[in-house]
């Protein structure tokens, strides 16, 4: 009998593999979308390393949802022009903003397409509008501050989300941010339902209570910091040690990595990194990209 999962498993795999490594919106070495993404991996990424664990169907499956919900909302906003008008997949070059606020950091490459600008007529305002599809825990998460519980980091829009956002608002200079949430599943414990939207907005330089009291804009300098530490490596040939951002932001040095998909693997972001099973063969520590090379050869 016609297995259809496994037709279609086959598709997904053998359309990815025809489109390889999908390029950066300006050739960069580097892309804002790896915001929040450990070091190694956005070093991994600028040297279009192969990745050497495949993504199960449950993963396929999330990204046709959402980039099915992505366009649903992009073309809504498209229609509705009162008052403002909208872009969406605006391709940003963020490499030189290192410049515009002066970090006095070195030159890197960065850049990256925003899901949507909003314009307002006549005074030209922007905003980055950053849509994001969650499951019903990440939903569960970021709904709780807004229904009476307590703030901190695991309430509220996610870290690396606002780091994306505000990264594209300082390419533009964009006056403020716009994180929207999809909930793709329910949690009926909390009276989360599929399809529900919760969205933030934010001034850049705006105290709120998330993220212990930092501005979107002080999470982005963080993350430029972190990109420009990852091309450090880049520019001499090494891939970066194994380093992951915690809920703070701040860089921890992982000795052992879980396995791929381990069930309760910690760092999680380990455990689902399609580069897994090549980095838990290498050192924490950096290594040649040259070592990538022969790891890779040797698994095929």
């Known amino acids: 009998m016609l297995d259809v999962q496994k037709e279609w498993m086959d598709n997904q795999v053998r359309l990815r593999d025809e489109a390889g490594p999908k390029p950066t919106a300006f050739g960069t070495p580097f892309r ?18 192969m990745e050497s664990d495949e993504f199960s169907s449950q993963t396929y499956m999330a990204f046709e949802i959402g980039n099915a919900i992505h366009k ?3 073309d ?11 872009e969406s997949e605006v391709p940003i ?22 899901d949507g600008i909003i314009t307002q007529n006549g005074s030209g305002i922007k905003t980055i509008v950053e849509i994001k599809t969650v499951s019903g825990y990440a939903a569960k998460l970021a709904w709780r501050y807004m229904r009476g519980g307590k703030g901190g980091n695991d309430a509220g829009p996610k870290r690396e989300h606002v780091a994306q956002a505000t990264l594209y608002a300082l390419g533009v200079e964009a006056e403020s941010v716009l994180i929207v ?10 009276g989360i339902k599929a399809g529900d939207i919760m969205q933030w907005e934010f001034g ?16 982005a300098m963080g993350e430029l910091r972190h990109f420009q530490y990852a091309d450090r490596y880049y520019r001499k040939g090494l891939v970066a040690p194994a380093y992951v951002p915690d809920d703070n932001g ?15 693997g910690k760092p999680w972001n380990c455990a689902y990194c399609n580069y897994n099973t090549t980095c838990r063969s290498l050192s924490q520590d950096e290594v040649s990209v040259d070592l990538i090379d022969r790891v890779q050869h040797a698994e095929a």
């Open 76 to 86: 809504a906003l498209e229609c509705d022009g009162n008052g403002w008008y909208f």
């Open 204 to 219: 850049l330089h705006e105290t709120t209570d998330y993220w212990n009291g930092q501005t979107p804009y002080d999470i």
């Open 72 to 74: 649903s909302i992009q």
């Open 93 to 114: 070059d963020l490499t030189e903003v290192s410049k515009k606020v002066g970090l006095g950091i070195e030159e890197f490459g960065l850049s990256g397409h925003c």
């Open 32 to 49: 804002v979308s790896d915001s929040g993404a450990c070091i190694r991996k956005r070093t991994f990424s600028a040297f279009s390393a």
């Open 181 to 190: 949430y999809v909930a793709k599943e329910s949690d009926y414990r909390t």
């Open 250 to 264: 701040d860089l921890v040095l992982v000795h052992d990595r879980p396995g791929y998909m381990q069930k309760g």
